[in-house]
């Protein structure tokens, strides 16, 4: 080609310049990768010019703590975290009272599942005095779940996470939770209530046996449960489970030997759990059993609490409903009310039942049944409702149980150790 008189470094250097190409940088890869669609918003942030890659629990550790960026763009980097770590699109957050939701879809490998990530709820701890109290939250909570390695009907977390100094503890994606169940009656039968409560009483079962006297926050919302019809659509028609329950969100659990913490859910808590004094060790085996006295109540009366109204149309409290529902008396006035108005239950529940879930709602917590002879109940009740679907389900229950061993799980194991130590630290 030519040139003219111009040499070729001379034609090239009068060339337009192309913009340098922006990139992102990928903290589990440790390099720096282009942006598809680079975001004004977040690189406006003061973020590290380089944050180092953590092992083990992964993220970064930097020296501006997570809950000191601004809300949205807080929330778009842990999206952006997640993401990079699981391959997977993130959706969230959905905020409770003490956590925060992240979902997480289904990746590119075969099998994947979608996930759900939970961490203490910022706004609530997130503070240089209140973080130590949000990493205790979680540390808690994965010690007591990772007790219960050995049981089918709870639901495990499978990694833990930091972004930025801040825990998210990684388990399955269920298919619902109880509440989902119980407000839409016609999805299940008296044979699915009565099995999905057997579930329910052997996880707290076997958490007595690993030392956990109690869940201390029992509710439909706290129970998950997988569609097995869906899952396996040939299982239809099959005398069996048609929905496996997982117990969850053990973070309460003990709270009140352990934390110095009473109370849990007010719909669900026992009379003891509304008093601020140390309690004796002994009692907390009973808030279960209200608790369950409770569940099974809006099980059968598709929703209805025993107080007269139903749950989810009250609690959790907004503005929308009427203020009384806030109150702590007025649960407590119930919950030790020891002559309460069951009838709507001896309509809906057969004789034996009923008169187990009575006792189990008793004010006196010495008054109340074991799980064992609640359990035994409800067999008795299966068998009575539907001889041939409880003996199948007693079958699928016991094959279950039996692939679950003792044993501990290295790699979580390793992950919680790391989390105790970074507690350490940072205490």
């Known amino acids: 080609m030519d040139y003219g008189s111009r040499s070729l470094s001379q034609f090239l250097r009068r060339l337009p310049r192309r913009r340098p190409r922006q990139c992102v940088w990928f903290p589990e890869t440790g390099r720096r990768s282009p942006a598809t669609r680079p975001s004004p918003r977040v690189h406006s942030v003061s973020m590290p010019s380089r944050p180092m890659p953590r092992p083990g629990l992964g993220g970064v550790m930097t020296s501006q703590p997570l809950y000191e960026f601004d809300e949205k763009v807080r929330a778009r980097l842990i999206r952006l975290e997640l993401e990079n770590r699981y391959t997977a699109r993130v959706t969230g957050p959905c905020r409770g009272a003490f956590g925060e939701i992240y979902r997480i879809g289904k990746g590119p490998l075969r099998g994947q599942r979608e996930l759900v990530a939970k961490c203490p709820r910022i706004s609530r701890f997130g503070s240089r005095e209140k973080a130590a109290a949000g990493l205790e939250e979680v540390l808690h909570e994965a010690e007591k779940t990772y007790r219960l390695l050995a049981s089918p009907w709870v639901n495990r977390f499978i990694d833990i996470h930091l972004i930025y100094g801040w825990p998210f503890l990684i388990s399955r994606c269920c298919d619902g939770t109880l509440g989902d169940l119980i407000a839409n009656p016609l999805v299940w039968s008296e044979v699915d209530q009565l099995a999905s409560l057997i579930q329910i009483v052997r996880a707290l079962r076997l958490a007595a046996l690993r030392g956990i006297s109690?869940?201390?926050?029992?509710?439909?919302?706290?129970?998950?449960?997988?569609?097995?019809?869906?899952?396996?659509?040939?299982?239809?028609?099959?005398?069996?489970?048609?929905?496996?329950?997982?117990?969850?969100?053990?973070?309460?659990a003990d709270a009140f030997q352990e934390l110095g913490r009473n109370s849990g859910s007010r719909p669900y808590m026992a009379p003891e759990q509304f008093q601020s004094d140390t309690l004796n060790p002994s009692v907390g085996r009973a808030f279960d059993i209200f608790a369950l006295g409770v569940i099974g109540h809006e099980c059968f009366c598709d929703g209805y609490h025993p107080i007269g109204t139903v749950t989810s149309d009250v609690w959790p409290w907004t503005d929308a409903v009427p203020r009384k529902w806030d109150r702590a008396r007025v649960w407590r006035k119930w919950a030790e009310n020891p002559k309460k108005d069951l009838s709507m239950l001896g309509e809906h529940c057969p004789e034996p039942l009923f008169s187990a879930l009575s006792k189990a709602l008793s004010a006196d917590p010495e008054r109340r049944p074991s799980l064992e002879e609640l359990e035994d109940c409800l067999w008795k009740t299966l068998h009575d409702v539907h001889d041939k679907a409880a003996s199948g389900i007693r079958s699928q229950i016991e094959n279950q149980e039996s692939h679950f061993t003792d044993d501990d799980w290295p790699f979580f194991k390793d992950r919680l150790s790391e989390l105790r130590t970074f507690y350490a630290r940072r205490g």
């Open 214 to 252: 109690a869940h201390q926050d029992l509710k439909p919302q706290n129970v998950f449960f997988d569609d097995i019809h869906r899952k396996y659509p040939a299982a239809v028609g099959v005398s069996g489970l048609h929905f496996q329950m997982r117990v969850g969100d053990f973070g309460n």
